[in-house]
Every structure is written in structure tokens, then in C-alpha cells.
């Protein structure tokens, strides 16, 4: 049995990692911990837990850590991870880190896209990023894993098969993606306020998103030389879901049949990855740890799909699956 402990354990993807992991057979939540502020029981935190947890949220004590935990799903904000992770590892605990801290190799691409001197270098080399059906092997053996971002795992799983088969131009690489509310975070602001965000559909972040880097370097290390990414993320009015819409240039000679038959012979024994003709949609993806692809050549352009939901593909589910293959497990186990 896996004892896991949740450092952070009052956000959304807190919420949804002790939802999937109530349901695991191999699983046992052990410890949750929070800031002072926020602690108490947690089902004065999610009500939706009433009856089904009965452990209270308390401030990280890394000794209690050490002794009720195997694996920590570490949910804390950007720039405050990094304060955290070398303590759980010291501690002898593996780590699942659902911010940006361990998800780019050079510290010099996270001052400048952060904007955040990083704490922690001596651990960047030491993690391994977990998006789980391209980086499947580097898995098991990691006590430092990097849960990749919610838009990086909807454009990567899109357009990493492409590049490497030599179907695409790496130097030209364009990704719109639409995401939910919910990928904001709990905390509340007038930004994602209600009447803010109802009835309205609008880009943000044009050039500047911190998730341009991390597509791009993790693009660069599947295909084996630089790429060009254009990221341009918007926000819809609904709670949950991403669908990106990524433009590439094809190699001359390709077709779509060709284009569907690389991201077909790429994930037909990935479990969570649906490759078909159907255009995807958030809606036949929602709650669930499925990415859905399709591609279509049109105008001269291969136009790649996918839909993800952001909270469980694109953060809780994918750590899940992630533990499941740092401790040998099936990766499908206690999913949808």
C-alpha cells in the first residue's frame, strides 16, 4: 500500500487528487497539511469529503511526514515549492510536484519566464518531467517528479508525435488553446470573478505565458533540436477542460491519413490516449484522465486537436498515473 501525503491540501488539485485517490486500490492518504490559516478538518475545506476522509489539514511537520508517507503530492504555488522539496527529499520521501519549479531544466529559462530567481538548481538536473506517455521509461526509477502543466500536455501530446516522425516543421509551430476557469486556481480574484469572466471569451498572456517555454523545451528534447513555438491561451467560461487547436507547417510529402497513422503507432498502448478521426471536445473528456487527438491538412497546414480536462489529464490524474509508475504499478489504476 502506497501511504501518501498532500503538502498544499486545499486547492483544486488537492481536491481532485483525494478524490481519485479515495478510489485507489493500492492508495492510502495518510497526512495532509496546509499553511495555519488553513487548517481544520478537511471536509470544512471540501464538504464534497464529508463521511469519506477523516484526517485533519495541519501544518507540515517534516518528522510526521517521514514517518506516515512513502510518496508527497506536493500542490503548492509556483516559487513556493522549491522552499519545500529539498526538505521532503532530505526527509527520504518521493515527491510529485504539481508547479512549474522542477519543470524546466535551466535556470535561466525560469528568471526569465518566472520572473523568480531559482532556490533550489542543484535539483532541476535531478527531476524527471512527467508526461507520462512520452516519458514512460524515465519514470519508475525518479524520486523527483515534475507533473507537467496543463496546456504543455495538451499541445505536447498533439505535436511531439509529428516532429518526430519528420512530418512537421519544428521551426514553425503555432498552439491556440482554450482553457476553464479552474486552471486559475482557488485563490480568489476579480480576474476570475464571476461576472468577470461570464459570457465572455478572450486571449491573455499573448507572448508572455509561462507554458510557451515549458512546450517548447520539452518539444526540444523529445524532437532532438530547437523549436519555434507560438502559444496564445484563452479563457472560456466554463469550470473545467482545455482544447488546443496547434497549427504546423508539413514536411512536403505528407497526408492525413500518413499524419494520423504517426499519432496512432505513438499511443496505441497508451491507455488514456484516444487518437481517432472524431473532432475531440472538453465535454467527452471531462473528469477523466483521456486526452483525445485528431488531425486534419488543411490550407497547407496539418491542424492537430486535442482535449484535455486541465484538473485531472492536466494535473491530478497525470500525478496519479505518474505514482503508478514511480512504484511499479499499473498506470491505470484507480483512473478513468
Known amino acids: 500500500m502506497i501511504r501518501v501525503a498532500i503538502v498544499g491540501a486545499t486547492g483544486y488539485t488537492a481536491a481532485e487528487s483525494l478524490n481519485i485517490l479515495l478510489h485507489h486500490p493500492q492508495a492510502r492518504i495518510t497526512y495532509l497539511t496546509a499553511l495555519p490559516e488553513e487548517c481544520g478538518p478537511i471536509e470544512e475545506v471540501f464538504p464534497q469529503l464529508r463521511g469519506r476522509i477523516d484526517l485533519p489539514v495541519e501544518p507540515l511537520d517534516l518528522d510526521k511526514a517521514r514517518e506516515l508517507a512513502d510518496v508527497v503530492f506536493c500542490c503548492l504555488p509556483h516559487t ?50 512527467g508526461l507520462c506517455e512520452l516519458f514512460t521509461a524515465k519514470i519508475p526509477g525518479t524520486d523527483l517528479l515534475a507533473n507537467p ?81 507560438l502559444f496564445v491561451p484563452h479563457l472560456v467560461p466554463m469550470e473545467r477542460g482545455i482544447l488546443s487547436t496547434i497549427y504546423l507547417r508539413p514536411a512536403a510529402d505528407v497526408t492525413e491519413p500518413r499524419a494520423l497513422d504517426a499519432l496512432v503507432s505513438i499511443y496505441e498502448t497508451a491507455p488514456f490516449v484516444r487518437v481517432g478521426n472524431a473532432l475531440p471536445s ?48 499499473k498506470q491505470t489504476m484507480g483512473l478513468l
Not at 507572448?207 to 530547437?226: D, M
Not at 497547407?300 to 485531472?312: E, F, H, K, Q
Open 282 to 329: 472538453t465535454r467527452y473528456v471531462a473528469r477523466t484522465n483521456l486526452c483525445d487527438i485528431t488531425v486534419r491538412l488543411v490550407g497547407g497546414r496539418l491542424i492537430v486537436i486535442t482535449a484535455i480536462d486541465n484538473l485531472i489529464k492536466g494535473a491530478s490524474g497525470q500525478a496519479v498515473q505518474n505514482m503508478n509508475l514511480m512504484f511499479g504499478l
Open 80 to 129: 513556493v515549492s522549491m522552499d519545500y522539496v529539498p526538505q521532503l527529499l532530505d526527509a527520504g520521501l518521493r515527491v510529485i510536484d504539481f508547479s512549474a519549479d522542477y519543470r524546466l531544466a535551466s535556470p535561466t529559462d525560469y528568471q526569465q519566464w518566472y520572473n523568480h530567481e531559482h532556490r533550489d538548481p542543484g535539483n532541476l538536473s535531478r527531476a524527471v518531467y
Open 149 to 229: 502543466g496543463c496546456y504543455p500536455t495538451g499541445a505536447v501530446l498533439g505535436i511531439a508525435p509529428l516532429l518526430s516522425a519528420g512530418l512537421a516543421d519544428p521551426d514553425d509551430v503555432i498552439v491556440n488553446a482554450a482553457t476553464g476557469i479552474s486552471g486559475a486556481g482557488r485563490k480568489a480574484s476579480l480576474l476570475h470573478h464571476f461576472p468577470e469572466r461570464n459570457e465572455t471569451f478572450e486571449a491573455y498572456a499573448v507572448g508572455t505565458h509561462r507554458h510557451q517555454i515549458e512546450i517548447q523545451r520539452v518539444l526540444e528534447q523529445l524532437a532532438g533540436r530547437s523549436v519555434n513555438v
